[in-house]
């Protein structure tokens, strides 16, 4: 007996919908390991700026590929019990309390998985949170809630500071409290940094909360108005201009408050920061002069 296209034989049906939903199932799990390369970065965080930024960015990977798995079989487990056990005319459902052997099957794996990302979060966490030693050939200027110290103490430090709606970076150990007794340079919007040195930010807000984020470089550190809060990056090379974003809502202007890391040669960070001070003064210069014409002209009281 032949039987027409709508009369296909239960079982045949049961087959091509399995075989249809392991591949549906496969097409998912390779698409999600693909993601990185295929999305560049859209799905799994960017990294390759900082050693902390990598390891947040493999982090976020395992935990990734775990969750992945653990949808696929439940999902493909849902969507088999959908079609194999569907309502049928004239059918009585089978009445199952439990299955204590599987309850406690799938007890233990959730448990066991959830033990495994606790050991490979506190194997990541070290990298993330403790900052290296600046390489040999990188700056060594001076020897969360508290300051990351690298293990030798030899880092750079540059204040961060949130304003609605741009970012100042000042530079120097003093920076905190001696920026303008000390006359540091600064820079606004665009961070001037040297490859090959650990680079130590203390995060300041002036009017409302803000957050520093550069993705490629680490983590997120909300600036909060009284508090300094901390964080670090290292950068293996110069060239890159890294891209940043303000990601805590901080008023109507918060989209135009980027933030940009241009990485520099020791030597030329050094040749950055002399031509800085050097513009500073010189603008400083001209205010001077134009405040003493106005003065003198009655146009300015005194």
């Not at 495994?116 to 390489?135: C, Q």
């Given at each position: 007996?032949r039987?027409a ?5 239960p ?14 199932g496969?097409?998912a799990?390779l698409g ?9 970065g859209?799905?799994?965080?960017k990294?390759?700026?900082?050693p902390?930024?990598d390891?947040?960015s493999?982090?976020?990977k ?7 798995v653990?949808f ?5 487990a849902?969507l088999?019990?959908?079609?194999r ?9 089978a009445q199952?309390?439990g299955n ?5 099957g ?6 066991l998985i959830?033990?495994?990302l ?13 900052p ?10 001076s ?13 750079i ?11 100042r970076y000042?530079?120097g ?5 001696a ?7 600064y ?13 130590i930010l ?5 009017d409302?909360?803000h957050?520093?984020?550069v993705?490629?470089?680490?983590g997120?550190v909300?600036a909060v ?5 901390y ?5 293996p ?7 940043g974003?303000?990601?805590?809502l901080?008023?109507r ?9 241009k ?7 050094k040749?950055?920061?002399a031509?800085l ?10 205010v001077?002069q134009l405040?003493?014409i106005?003065?003198?002209?009655g146009?300015l009281?005194?």
């Amino acid at each position: 007996m032949r039987y027409a296209v709508h009369d296909v034989p239960p079982r045949r049906r049961h087959r091509r919908l399995g075989r249809l939903g392991l591949t549906l199932g496969l097409v998912a799990v390779l698409g999600l390991v693909l993601a990185p390369s295929a999305f560049a970065g859209f799905i799994t965080p960017k990294s390759g700026g900082s050693p902390n930024a990598d390891s947040i960015s493999s982090l976020y990977k395992v935990v990734l590929y775990i969750a992945a798995v653990v949808f696929v079989i439940v999902e493909g487990a849902l969507l088999y019990s959908i079609f194999r056990f569907r309502a049928k005319k004239g059918a009585v459902a089978a009445q199952i309390h439990g299955n204590t052997r599987l309850e406690i099957g799938w007890t233990v794996a959730a448990a066991l998985i959830l033990v495994a990302l606790t050991v490979v979060t506190f194997i990541h966490l070290p990298a993330i949170i403790n900052p290296p030693d600046s390489s040999a050939n990188g700056l060594v200027l001076s020897a969360s809630v508290t300051r990351p110290t690298p293990p030798n103490g030899k880092s750079i430090t540059i204040c961060v500071q949130g304003r609605q709606y741009i970012w100042r970076y000042t530079y120097g150990s003093g920076c905190l409290n001696a920026a303008f007794s000390g006359k540091l340079p600064y820079s606004y919007q665009t961070m001037y940094a040297p490859a090959d040195t650990t680079v130590i930010l203390d995060i300041q807000s002036t009017d409302v909360v803000h957050s520093w984020w550069v993705p490629s470089l680490g983590g997120k550190v909300d600036a909060v108005p009284g508090y300094t809060t901390y964080t670090w990056f290292k950068a293996p090379e110069a060239g890159p201009l890294y891209h940043g974003q303000c990601a805590q809502l901080c008023g109507r202007s918060h989209a135009a408050m980027t933030a940009f890391v241009k990485i520099l040669s020791p030597s030329d960070y050094k040749t950055k920061l002399a031509q800085l001070s050097a513009d500073i003064n010189q603008a400083n210069d001209q205010v001077t002069q134009l405040r003493q014409i106005l003065t003198a002209s009655g146009n300015l009281g005194g």
